[in-house]
T-cell receptor
Framework: DAKTTQPPSMDCAEGRAANLPCNHS???????VYWYRQIHSQGPQYIIH???NNETNEMASLIITEDRKSSTLILPHATLRDTAVYYC?????????????FGPGTSLSVIP | ETGVTQTPRHLVMGMTNKKSLKCEQH?????MYWYKQSAKKPLELMFV???????ENNSVPSRFSPECPNSSHLFLHLHTLQPEDSALYLC????FGSGDFTNEKLFFGSGTQLSVL
């Protein structure tokens, strides 16, 4: 699996956009970038994923650089409920099961 | 509601006790997982079951014994645990091999918070 690096923590003012960066410089051509988040003492929750194009859903937007070596998760209008640990994960191209390895992630604090 | 249910939500046990954690998924998935999360640490993958067959044992001590009787149920049997085993134990499921790789994502339960005294 490709390794990812994220800042350990970030703050964001409520109502502002939260931009969470992730570096994955060793990503392979057929590996996807996935984002999950974990609210305190709960199970992680899937947010979004992408290969090379920018993606948007009801939760967030994902911007992947053209060389695919980094990406940014954007929460357009952060709320207090977005306070969580955000994990950026690069998946192997295909396996018979989803051996997803989580790193330490970024702890996002949304401040009133 | 993620479709993955874990019971109990909290568990306190002594080092000589035997207990079991239960996980049930209502999503029709074909893979199930146990993860461990100690305080302020990343999630650690423990076991993976693929069509009821164990395909991954991430060097987990034998005092943790998984069981997958069918593709919807997963158990983690615990015996003679140590205080350092206190952690949040998370179950997850996923569907793979559907031909649509982009939809193969993990669904997690809420976890069992385990305290070993």
């Amino acid at each position: 699996d490709a390794k990812t690096t994220q800042p350990p923590s970030m703050d964001c003012a409520e109502g502002r956009a939260a931009n969470l960066p992730c570096n994955h410089s060793t990503i392979s051509g057929n590996e996807y970038v996935y984002w999950y988040r974990q609210i305190h003492s709960q199970g992680p929750q899937y947010i979004i994923h992408g290969l090379k194009n920018n993606e948007t859903n009801e939760m967030a937007s994902l911007i992947i650089t053209e060389d695919r070596k980094s990406s940014t998760l954007i929460l357009p209008h952060a709320t207090l409920r977005d306070t969580a640990v955000y994990y950026c994960i690069v998946r192997v191209a295909w396996t018979s099961y989803d051996k997803v390895i989580f790193g330490p992630g970024t702890s996002l604090s949304v401040i009133p | 509601e993620t479709g993955v249910t874990q019971t109990p939500r909290h568990l306190v046990m002594g080092m000589t006790n035997k207990k079991s954690l239960k996980c049930e998924q209502h999503l029709g998935h074909n893979a199930m997982y146990w993860y461990k999360q100690s305080a302020k640490k990343p999630l650690e993958l423990m076991f993976v079951y693929n069509f009821k067959e164990q395909t991954e044992n991430n060097s987990v001590p034998s005092r943790f014994s998984p069981e997958c009787p069918n593709s919807s149920h997963l158990f983690l049997h615990l015996h003679t645990l140590q205080p350092e085993d206190s952690a949040l134990y998370l179950c997850a499921s996923s569907q793979f091999g559907s031909g649509d790789f982009t939809n193969e994502k993990l669904f997690f339960g809420s976890g069992t918070q385990l305290s070993v005294l």
